[in-house]
């Protein structure tokens, strides 16, 4: 529901010592308030300090006890907390401040700031703990590694510095009191125990049922769209047509592939199956569902895009009806609303609560639904700009792998002939530090 | 209902904390949520297995009895207990889907006791969810006491009873992590949570409804639409404007609420994405100096193929519809459109927001989807929504109180 209090600024900060996950949440609060259509932004003290005075930081710099240093990363905290201020001020909703904020004068002094800066702007702190030294461990493995504090060191070497440089905060750790006053959330163990204190609103309540189900596991995400349907064929939109020929060929095609996906039984039974309500649907996921002896469960709320009064006819019958509406709609495909139908817009808000349920799940996932839909799924794990969405490319007889890691989403595409059942292998894989390294100077977001 | 997962696994949620802390209030919300969204749920508590034992004198509350000198009454109670128990077992060993346990769960041992009588007697896979309500503000336990219980008291005072309490209070042992429990604390209504091993999609919504839960009695009015050029072709569905006449309904309505609201701005105010929703909203609106949010979860249901139709048309062109329907109304599906479960679902966050709400609500729509709305408030069970009569011209004001939801109906002529 984009529509609620937009007027609303909110400033989100994280606490926690490092390698607790707080980059992980922000990005993911990041990615779920983008996606909801408000204007977020993460902004991380470690970049800044990175730009400012150079990524060769040994666990030295981090010595509470090193004045130099403490004033250096004092001043690049200042900064990105005026940055954000900046950006709530031009027309921002969502401001991230992730760093590591562990001191309880740190977190006075930005309250107060953030405070001041607005009239009603809402604060909500997130802290994250961990005393599993594995998670903690894994965590480094992952995400630190090819941070660009080490890209000189060699892994060993930066698991040990990295590891003193934990110790270094872990000396003047403060953990949130309620006498601080602060709307907080707090994550122990990745999830295991949460406490929630003085947390009101629209926004923050949503972010607190998000915070609940995230996770770590890597799980893949299997998205297909139903096979060629009838409308497909004679190229018309919407409707609620069954399979063709080629359609039914590539439900079979795509059972073997699952069969073959998942071998053991006790696997089989705990993939999530959604599909969507529609007879191309149902009737591809059937096919699927026999072969696996697992059972779908059919969302409405899957449902392929209502093109309204256009349903049935083909676009180039809607060019000739309705030349205004086919004109807008190239114009503006992401807001455009099919009249008496829906919008991409409308779709994205329609499919959050698929999105949370994805999210929560630690088991494979499998959707075989209708493309618009596919797009906004496949946009969100994948984290592509909003307004790619219509065009992204989703095309029939293919099965879309996602396995969502740490900051990146990992992806594979298989495609199926539906007549040979002979499969092709698309390997895409994107990595999010890669890609930032080649972006001209930016220390506000990855 | 294939929308949300039938689950595999039965849930029990079982409520912990000493009385007055509001138990039997969040267990009356939580059960009327989970029938409303499809689930079917059922309370099993002391005062419930009272009512179903003949041999008990039903003068005294026993729920209410927690004398803890009175040896008499803690046995009975400890056998109401019991019997609550045995209750539940039975419900989800049939068709129940969720059971909430409201009975003696104050001390480690009652806890242990309580999981060991599931795991012995029910033989289908299960999981258990345990709510703890804690307060530590006295003004709010008077306002509880106040609320709920005075009405029942016979001879006692309020004195009396919460000396009582802080009696019970000396043996009172709060959930710890030690139990291998999962559970969730609700501090001083909502102020604080915590929430231990939530594992689960049931519980996991049932966590993000609680912590939208609040003990402010306020106002909610639903409104629909006004009469629109549709209703004078007796034409369902469609997207018409309003007629002249819905027009100066809509002011009528809008004058109404000036008097009502007495220039209280802070209203949560919704509507649909619908041209006969949108305009009277805002003609409403306008006179309160409010912006209603307009949103796509309260347009009308989707008649489908039926749409732009008069009811003497669909009769002539779909008779097996009229029929199907006749038979079952609350499933029956709209061929491309949509049934009373499909709006339930997509009304579901509305409700959420109206729950979350400390101010007056204000909810302007359409027939079928006040109807699932209302039956949230008022029905026992989801069968009743297409019955429900929801006129046009009338607000209707509901107040939700403690156990119950005060209704009144007032026509704007």
Not at chain 1, 170 to 197: C, F, P, R, W
Not at chain 1, 260 to 287: C, G, L, W, Y
Not at chain 2, 75 to 96: D, K
Not at chain 2, 169 to 178: C, G, I, K, R, V
């Amino acid at each position: 529901m984009q529509q609620c209090n937009r007027s609303q600024k909110i400033a989100i900060c994280t606490v926690g010592l490092p390698a607790r996950g707080k980059t992980y949440i922000s990005r993911k609060l990041n990615r779920y308030f983008n996606w909801l259509g408000y204007k977020s932004r993460v902004f991380i003290n470690g970049n800044y300090r990175r730009e400012i005075c150079g990524t060769e930081c040994n666990s030295q710099f981090f010595d509470p006890q090193n004045e130099e240093a403490q004033k250096a990363r004092s001043d690049c905290a200042k900064m990105a907390l005026q940055d954000l201020i900046q950006f709530l001020q031009n027309g921002g909703d969502v401001g991230i401040l992730d760093g590591t904020n562990i001191t309880k004068e740190r977190r006075h002094q930005i309250e107060n700031d953030l405070k001041s800066s607005f009239n009603g702007i809402q604060t909500l702190w997130i802290e994250s703990i961990c005393n599993d030294s594995k998670v903690i461990q894994n965590n480094i493995r992952l995400t630190k590694i090819n941070n660009p504090d080490y890209c000189n060191v060699n892994p060993e070497q930066a698991t040990i510095d990295f590891l003193n440089r934990i110790k270094m905060y872990e000396q003047i750790y403060q953990t949130i009191t309620d006498d601080e006053n602060l709307s907080y959330i707090k994550t122990m163990n990745v999830g295991a125990d949460i406490i929630v204190h003085q947390v009101y609103g629209f926004l923050l309540s949503k972010i607190v049922s998000f915070i609940m189900n995230l996770h770590t596991y890597p799980r893949p995400i299997y998205l297909s769209r139903h096979g060629e349907s009838q409308y497909n064929v004679d190229d018309r939109v919407g409707g609620d047509s069954d399979l063709s020929e080629l359609g039914e060929m590539y439900a079979e095609k795509l059972a073997d592939f699952f069969y073959s996906e998942f071998p053991t039984k006790e696997i089989k039974n705990q993939i999530i199956f959604f599909t969507s309500t529609m007879r191309r649907a149902v009737h591809t996921s059937d096919v699927v569902a026999q072969k696996l002896e697992i059972q779908p469960l059919q969302l409405k709320t899957l449902d392929e895009i209502n093109v309204g009064i256009c349903d049935g006819m083909t676009y180039t019958e809607i060019a000739q009806k309705f030349p205004n509406d086919f004109q807008e709609r190239k114009i503006n495909k992401l807001g455009y609303r099919y009249p008496r139908g829906e919008s991409y817009l409308d779709l994205i808000s329609r499919i959050e609560p698929v999105i949370f349920e994805i999210e929560r799940s630690r088991q494979p996932v499998m959707i075989i639904a209708h493309q618009a839909i596919l797009r906004c799924l496949y946009a969100y794990f994948h984290q592509n700009e909003i307004p790619e969405v219509p065009t992204l490319d989703i095309p029939l007889h293919c099965v879309i792998k996602l396995t969502p890691a740490a900051y990146f989403c990992d992806e594979k595409r298989v495609l199926i002939n539906p007549q040979t059942g002979e499969i092709s292998i698309k390997e895409e894989y994107v990595q999010e530090f890669v890609r930032s390294k080649s972006k001209q100077k930016s220390f506000i977001d990855l | 209902m294939q929308q949300y997962k039938k689950t595999q696994y039965k849930l029990i949620l079982v409520l912990v904390g000493l009385p007055a802390r509001g138990k039997t209030h969040i267990s009356y919300k939580l059960n009327r949520y989970l029938n409303w969204i499809g689930y079917k749920s059922e309370i099993f508590s002391i005062k419930g297995a009272q009512q179903k034992d003949a041999q008990l004198d039903q003068n005294i509350d026993y729920e209410l009895e927690i004398d803890p000198t009175n040896q008499q009454f803690i046995e009975v109670r400890q056998q109401l207990s019991f019997q609550a128990a045995q209750q539940l077992v039975t419900f989800l060993q049939n068709e129940g889907d969720i059971a909430l346990y409201n009975g003696l769960t104050s001390t480690k041992s009652d806890r242990q006791k309580l999981k060991s009588l599931f795991k012995e007697k029910l033989n289908l896979e299960f999981q258990v969810f345990w709510i703890e309500s804690i307060c530590d503000d006295p003004q709010v336990i008077l306002n509880n006491i106040n609320e709920s219980k005075l009405s029942r008291f016979k001879e006692k005072t309020i004195d009396q009873f919460t000396n009582q309490i802080k009696v019970l209070a000396q043996d009172y042992q709060t959930l710890e992590n030690t139990e291998n429990i999962s559970y969730i604390k609700l501090i001083n209504i909502g102020k604080q949570v915590k929430v231990h091993m939530l594992e689960g999609y049931l519980c996991s919504k049932i966590v993000s409804f609680l912590l939208n839960l609040h003990a402010n009695n306020r106002q909610i009015y639903l409104v629909r639409s006004c009469e629109s050029e549709y209703h004078l072709l007796d034409k369902i569905g469609g997207d018409p404007e309003l007629s002249a006449m819905g027009k100066q309904h809509s002011q009528q309505i809008g004058n109404y609420f000036i008097e009502e609201l007495k220039g209280n701005k802070n209203i949560t105010f919704f509507t649909s994405q619908m041209k006969r929703g949108i305009q009277t909203a805002e003609i409403v609106g306008d006179k309160l100096g409010i912006k209603a949010l307009k949103t796509k979860n309260l347009d009308e249901i989707d008649y489908g193929i039926c749409d732009g139709l008069t009811l003497k048309e669909i009769a002539a062109k779909y008779p097996k519809q009229i029929k199907e329907r006749k038979a079952n109304p609350l499933e029956f599906k709209y061929p491309r459109g949509e049934s009373f479960l499909d709006v339930i679902h997509r009304v579901e966050p509305i409700i959420y927001e109206i729950e979350r709400s400390r101010d007056p609500v204000l909810v302007v729509a359409h027939v079928a989807v006040l109807k699932c709305l209302y039956a949230y408030y008022h029905c026992n069970q989801i069968s009743e929504i297409p019955n429900i009569d929801i006129p046009i011209n009338c607000v209707i004001k509901l107040v939700p109180i403690p156990y119950h939801c005060l209704e009144s109906r007032v026509i704007i002529k």
